[in-house]
């Protein structure tokens, strides 16, 4: 009989109910062939190796299957090193730890996993929002984002709208990816921020851990940054450059930080996070400025800025101005 299959056009049901038969074959053990018949089904799709995994750690996870000494296998690896005599096996469900048979295993990883979860977030001006996700993952939502998430059996992604957030992914087998205007950014495990903004690139910035940056319709592979590098995408063209990744993001903490930072530059950072700074003369944007600023007392940055450079400050209707002196 021939090992279980997939095709591309199956539902995550169907590949779970394989990866249940698979593991249930693998329990009396797998000859040679056999196992190489397993890790090419592993490795032919991301859902696979998750749905494996995800079915072993359900099954570990049941107090009766420990307590009948049933199947609990740390991950799907375990039974690739476990080889037996070459027999065929038939392709019907087994049966073992008093009678749950594979049927019953695809049930209880349904059961343990729960139904996949989609989620929309949102913030409004000036505000910011931290969300804990279903499977552990943290995001930072900045003013004005937009996104919607969706924690799966096999796979897990969000899709910013517009704004920016940043992830901290809690690392397991099914991936995560932060789609953002033509951009997908493909991630197992790190702390990275993604920003999309009207008239400006898509950027991401890598704190910690590794991602890759692909073209979201082509799947083309556009950077592969290191921790304390962003990527701005600028159509089918990625520019990396050193940065100070905890900076960029500081503003999770109610901070803005700049190091040399271009005024227009700030003042724009200033005016996502809901702060409205008019410059009087865009010649002024070339001005340099240094420093962490609280979010919510923009006054000291004004202060600071006007100590350096021949500049005033005024409150004016609806946020502040910046003129000559």
């Known amino acids: ?52 995994d995800l079915v072993a750690r359900a099954w570990a996870a049941a107090p009766a299957a ?3 000494g049933g199947f609990a296998p740390s991950s799907a690896e375990h039974h690739l090193t476990k080889p037996r005599a070459a027999r065929p096996l038939p392709l019907r469900p087994l049966a073992w730890g008093g009678g749950i048979a594979t049927a019953a295993l695809a049930v209880l990883a349904v059961f343990w996993l729960g139904q996949p979860v989609a989620q929309q977030y949102a913030t409004g001006a000036g505000e910011r929002r931290m969300v804990t996700l279903a499977d552990g993952s943290r995001m930072w ?8 998430t969706r924690i799966g059996w096999f796979e897990r992604s969000s899709t910013i709208e517009t704004g920016e ?39 991401v910035t890598l704190a910690r851990g590794a991602v890759t940056v692909e073209d979201r319709s082509s799947a083309a592979l556009l950077a592969s940054p290191v ?13 990396t450059r050193r940065v100070d990744a905890e900076s960029a993001m500081s503003w999770r903490e109610g901070r803005l930080t700049f190091a040399n930072t271009p005024l227009d530059e700030a003042v724009t950072a200033f005016a996502e996070q809901g702060m409205a700074i008019r410059l009087a003369d865009p010649g002024l944007g070339t001005l340099r400025i240094s420093g962490a600023y609280t979010i919510t007392d923009i006054e000291p940055f004004l202060s600071a800025l006007s100590s350096i450079h021949p500049v005033r400050w005024s409150r004016v209707t609806g946020g502040y101005a910046i003129e000559r002196r």
């Open 1 to 52: 009989m021939n090992p279980p299959t997939t095709t591309q056009a199956d539902s995550d049901e169907a590949i779970l109910d394989l990866a249940a038969r698979w593991l249930a074959r693998a329990q009396a053990g797998l000859n040679t062939q056999e196992r190489a018949a397993f890790r090419h089904w592993l490795a032919a799709r991301p859902e696979h190796a998750a749905a494996a």
């Open 66 to 68: 420990a307590a009948q």
């Open 141 to 148: 939502l900045a003013p004005a984002t937009r996104l919607t």
């Open 165 to 203: 957030a940043v992830f901290d992914v809690a690392h397991e087998r099914r991936g995560f990816t932060v789609s953002a205007g033509p951009v997908a950014v493909i991630d197992r495990g790190t702390l990275f921020a993604v920003r999309l903004r009207p008239k400006t690139p898509v950027r």
């Open 227 to 239: 921790p304390g590098e962003a990527v701005e995408v600028v159509g089918s063209r990625a520019i």
